[in-house]
């Protein structure tokens, strides 16, 4: 289990938000797991969903995936990729 829970959402050019699916999350992770050492530590979960250790740049992550999703034709020009860290509450709120 991966102590990060991170977050990947496609906005379209209305500005409508929708988690990306998971498929392609596992499609840019298992390019990854071959050609990028860095991004070995992630774990697609689910629709919008990557799990990450903590030495996995988020910055990083953000241009590698926006680039591969771009390449891949999953993401249209005018297309934008929000890649965020979730928060954890506590169980006491």
Do not use: Q
């Not at 829970?5 to 409508?16: F, K, M, P, Q, T």
């Amino acid at each position: 289990m991966f102590i990060r829970r991170l977050s990947i959402v496609r906005v379209d050019a209305d500005g409508v938000e929708s988690p990306c699916p998971v498929r392609w999350i596992d499609n840019f992770s298992m390019r990854n797991f071959t050609n990028d050492a860095v991004f070995d530590d992630t774990l697609p979960v689910s629709d919008g969903m990557l799990e990450a250790g903590n030495h996995v740049p988020l910055g990083r992550l953000h241009r590698a995936m926006e680039d591969w999703f771009r390449r891949k034709g999953y993401l249209k020009a005018s297309d934008r990729l929000i890649v965020e860290e979730l928060t954890h509450r506590s169980a006491a709120g």
